[in-house]
C-alpha cells in the first residue's frame, strides 16, 4: 500500500510540474491534456484516474499550496492574533520562494482567475480570522468592515508577491519586503510617502 501510495503521489507530482512548466511557457488556455501527460510521460489513461480535466488539476495545485501554506503557518497565527508580527507574511514569501513557479501561474491569473480567486478568498479568510481574533484580544473595535480591512492588507500582499516572484533574482530577501509591509501596515502610506504628523 505504501509503495503504491508514493506511486501516486509521484505521478501527481509529474503531472502537476508538467502544468506548470507548459502554462509558464504556452499560457494556460494553449495547453491541452496531451500535452501535460506528454511532457510528464504518463498515459493519458492515468492522467484521468486522477484529474477529470486540467481546471482540475489547477485547482488541486491551488488547493495543495494553500494546504501547506496553512500547515505552516498554524503555529504562528496565535502570535500574530495578540499583536503585528509581520510573521504570517515572511512565511508566506519564504514558501513562495520554494514553490515559486506554482505560485506565478496562480498569481498570472492562469485558467481565467479562478485559481488567484482562490487563493486570494483563502487567504483574505485567514486575515479576518487573526484580524478578528486580535481585536478582539486587545479589547478594540475595527474602524472599517473587516472584509475591507482584510482583502487591502491581501491585496498589498499578493501585488508585492507577484512582483517580487517576477523579478529574477527577487530585487529583495524575504525578510526585507516583509519588513516594509510590515511598517506599511503600522504606520500608513502616508509616513511611507516621506511624510511626517497627521496629513492635512
Known sequence: MATEDRRVRRTKRL?????????????YSAVTVEDVT???????????????????????????LGEDLKERLRPLVSDSS???TG??????????????????????????????????????ALAAQIFSARSDANGVTPRIDMEVLSRAWVGEQVTVLQ???????????????????????????YWASGFDGSPS
Open 38 to 64: 506528454e511532457r510528464a510521460d504518463v498515459g493519458r489513461a492515468t492522467f484521468y484516474t486522477h484529474y477529470t480535466d486540467k481546471d482540475e488539476l489547477l485547482g488541486q495545485i491551488v488547493a495543495d
Open 163 to 189: 512582483w517580487w516572484l517576477e523579478s529574477d533574482p527577487p530585487p529583495l530577501t524575504p525578510e526585507a519586503v516583509t519588513e516594509m509591509l510590515l511598517e506599511l501596515s503600522l504606520r500608513g502610506r
Open 82 to 84: 495578540v499583536g503585528f
Open 15 to 27: 503531472l502537476r510540474d508538467a502544468l506548470v512548466s507548459l502554462v509558464l511557457e504556452r499560457g
Open 87 to 124: 510573521k504570517p507574511v515572511l512565511e508566506m514569501f519564504r514558501h513562495a520562494a520554494e514553490e515559486r513557479d506554482a505560485y506565478r501561474v496562480v498569481l498570472r491569473g492562469e485558467g481565467d482567475g479562478r485559481a488567484l480567486r482562490r487563493f486570494v478568498d483563502e487567504r483574505t
